[in-house]
């Protein structure tokens, strides 16, 4: 589905000689913009990673998040290059789920990122650091940042360890990475990572191999394996029966073995299905899901508002327009209607007729209670019926009922009919659930003609 809703706020079909009369005899008609706000909802049609889709490492997902963010900015730039605030998008979008390497930082006591005249002071030739503010396959890192840390701190006693944050290019791509380095007698020297500790260690023993058959040229044979690759077939299901009660998706092991008669370490790690070779060096992909991505325009730019795995539409019945109706009856009861027990004008709820009345005349008229609508233009009153069934009705009232088990990982979107005001229709409105709070939030989006 692709939506665009746009909302003139000044009609673009006048005659010119009936533009000429409302100038000549409006002052500052000619100088009223028109409004363009876009409501764009479908896929993403930007272009993707060489992966084929986004990544979220845990532990990181700021940073994928600014990725996806700038190519929809790109995207929605190019389809819609003049739009005004309050103009929305929801777009779908492959993303990965990707757990990062398991080796862990050594405990150093400064971490410093290089700056465009720390690149510089390394030289701004063809293939230094300098000449693109960056390191790569052709500019080794561990060419010029001992040299640096022996100047940044020279001051520092054997034994101190930094971590120096740099800039590296491959593939068309510049990534944020990072070296530890330590001082010492001769010098400074990189410090490596820390190697990864599986949950379980597991060396074979004879009945292992045993289990495995013992038959010529299996492993029971000579307790051994004879190729890598018989290791490989056989050490997943040899796991999987070993562990088929107590694995649980993550649990990691590892398995110490012998290759015709040489000792060998792997890893291997439980998927929730299978056991695989775990390289924690690496990052995984866990999976690939389809995410939906939510953006806003502000006036000037358009932002990530969320990212958020469904949309789950919830239309509102007469259940939800009669328990409207009760809860003003009881709360406010001078916004309740003189005329009738089946319609009040706080939220302008109508059990008779299944909507929402924002007939601006209606409530000036007759339900300008202490007078708080006074001077305001049919726009301003129009805020005020938006934000109290977005703060109000909605998310306080009626969604705790509508919603059995609410999910932070959804937009809960809510579909009611309106009369009168911004005009008779169906309109939405979208929020979502925080569970620490226990509450629903609106996300702010103006409503969205259905």
Same mark, same amino acid.
């Given at each position: 589905?692709?939506?665009?809703?746009?909302?003139?706020?000044?009609?673009?079909?006048?005659?010119?000689?009936?533009?000429?009369?409302?100038?000549?005899?409006?002052?500052?008609?000619?100088?009223?913009?028109?409004?363009? *706000?876009?409501?764009?909802?479908?896929?993403?049609?930007?272009?993707?990673? $060489?992966?084929?889709?986004?990544?979220?490492?845990?532990?990181?997902?700021?940073?994928?998040?600014?990725?996806?963010?700038?190519?929809?900015?790109?995207?929605?730039?190019?389809?819609?290059?003049?739009?005004?605030?309050?103009?929305?998008?929801?777009?779908? *979008?492959?993303?990965?789920?990707?757990? #990062?390497?398991?080796?862990?930082?050594?405990?150093?006591?400064?971490?410093?990122?290089?700056?465009?005249?720390?690149?510089?002071?390394?030289?701004?030739?063809?293939?230094?650091?300098?000449?693109?503010?960056?390191?790569?396959?052709?500019?080794? #890192?561990?060419?010029?940042?001992?040299?640096?840390?022996?100047?940044?701190?020279?001051?520092?006693?054997?034994?101190?360890?930094?971590?120096?944050?740099?800039?590296?290019?491959?593939?068309?791509?510049?990534?944020? /990475?990072?070296?530890?380095?330590?001082?010492?007698?001769?010098?400074?020297?990189?410090? #490596?990572?820390?190697?990864?500790?599986?949950?379980?260690?597991?060396?074979?023993?004879?009945?292992?191999?045993?289990?495995?058959?013992?038959?010529?040229?299996?492993?029971?044979?000579?307790?051994?394996?004879?190729?890598?690759? /018989?290791?490989?077939?056989?050490?997943?299901?040899?796991?999987?029966?070993?562990?088929?009660?107590?694995?649980?998706?993550?649990? $990691? *092991?590892?398995?110490?073995?012998?290759?015709?008669?040489?000792?060998?370490?792997?890893?291997?790690?439980?998927?929730?299905?299978?056991?695989?070779?775990?390289?924690?060096?690496?990052?995984?992909?866990?999976? *690939?899901?389809?995410?939906?991505?939510?953006?806003?325009?502000?006036?000037?730019?358009?932002?990530?508002?969320?990212?958020?795995?469904?949309?789950?539409?919830?239309?509102?019945?007469?259940?939800?327009?009669?328990?409207?109706?009760?809860?003003?009856?009881?709360?406010?009861?001078?916004?309740?209607?003189?005329?009738? $027990?089946?319609?009040?004008?706080?939220?302008?709820?109508?059990?008779?007729?299944?909507?929402?009345?924002?007939?601006?005349?209606?409530?000036?008229?007759?339900?300008?209670?202490?007078?708080?609508?006074?001077?305001?233009?049919?726009?301003?009153?129009?805020?005020?019926?938006?934000?109290?069934?977005?703060?109000?009705?909605?998310?306080?009232?009626?969604?705790?009922?509508?919603?059995?088990? #609410?999910?932070?990982?959804?937009?809960?979107?809510?579909?009611?009919?309106?009369?009168?005001?911004?005009?008779?229709?169906?309109?939405?409105?979208?929020?979502?659930?925080?569970?620490?709070?226990?509450?629903?939030?609106?996300?702010?989006?103006?409503?969205?003609? /259905?």
């Amino acid at each position: 589905m692709n939506k665009k809703l746009i909302y003139g706020l000044c009609a673009a079909s006048f005659l010119m000689t009936a533009c000429d009369y409302n100038e000549d005899n409006f002052p500052g008609f000619d100088q009223e913009p028109l409004t363009d *706000v876009v409501y764009y909802e479908g896929e993403f049609t930007g272009k993707y990673p $060489t992966e084929g889709y986004f990544s979220l490492v845990q532990g990181d997902e700021e940073s994928g998040k600014a990725t996806i963010e700038k190519a929809l900015i790109e995207m929605l730039k190019d389809t819609y290059p003049y739009c005004d605030k309050g103009s929305s998008a929801k777009i779908k *979008v492959k993303v990965a789920d990707v757990m #990062p390497s398991q080796e862990k930082e050594p405990a150093y006591e400064d971490a410093y990122e290089l700056s465009t005249a720390d690149y510089d002071a390394m030289g701004t030739g063809k293939n230094e650091p300098g000449e693109h503010d960056n390191f790569s396959y052709r500019i080794d #890192p561990n060419d010029y940042l001992p040299d640096f840390c022996a100047g940044k701190y020279a001051d520092k006693a054997e034994g101190f360890i930094c971590k120096i944050i740099y800039k590296y290019y491959s593939n068309r791509v510049t990534t944020t /990475q990072a070296k530890y380095y330590k001082k010492g007698a001769d010098g400074w020297t990189e410090e #490596p990572l820390i190697p990864y500790d599986a949950d379980k260690k597991l060396p074979l023993e004879e009945q292992d191999y045993d289990a495995m058959g013992i038959e010529a040229g299996e492993p029971g044979a000579n307790d051994t394996f004879v190729s890598d690759e /018989q290791a490989d077939a056989y050490l997943p299901i040899f796991l999987q029966n070993k562990y088929t009660y107590v694995a649980k998706e993550g649990l $990691t *092991v590892e398995v110490t073995y012998k290759v015709s008669g040489k000792e060998k370490k792997t890893i291997y790690r439980y998927n929730g299905f299978a056991w695989e070779v775990y390289n924690p060096k690496a990052s995984i992909v866990v999976s *690939v899901t389809e995410r939906i991505t939510v953006m806003k325009f502000d006036g000037k730019e358009w932002k990530l508002s969320n990212l958020i795995s469904d949309i789950k539409e919830l239309s509102l019945t007469n259940a939800e327009y009669t328990k409207l109706v009760e809860w003003v009856k009881e709360n406010k009861p001078e916004f309740m209607s003189t005329q009738n $027990t089946t319609s009040e004008y706080y939220f302008g709820a109508d059990t008779k007729n299944n909507n929402i009345n924002n007939k601006y005349s209606t409530w000036t008229q007759y339900y300008n209670v202490d007078g708080y609508l006074n001077d305001l233009k049919d726009e301003e009153i129009q805020v005020i019926m938006d934000e109290r069934l977005a703060k109000e009705a909605f998310p306080l009232i009626l969604l705790p009922d509508m919603v059995d088990n #609410p999910d932070p990982d959804i937009s809960y979107t809510v579909i009611y009919k309106i009369y009168g005001g911004r005009g008779n229709g169906n309109y939405a409105m979208s929020f979502y659930y925080s569970k620490e709070d226990n509450a629903y939030t609106w996300d702010e989006m103006a409503p969205v003609m /259905q």
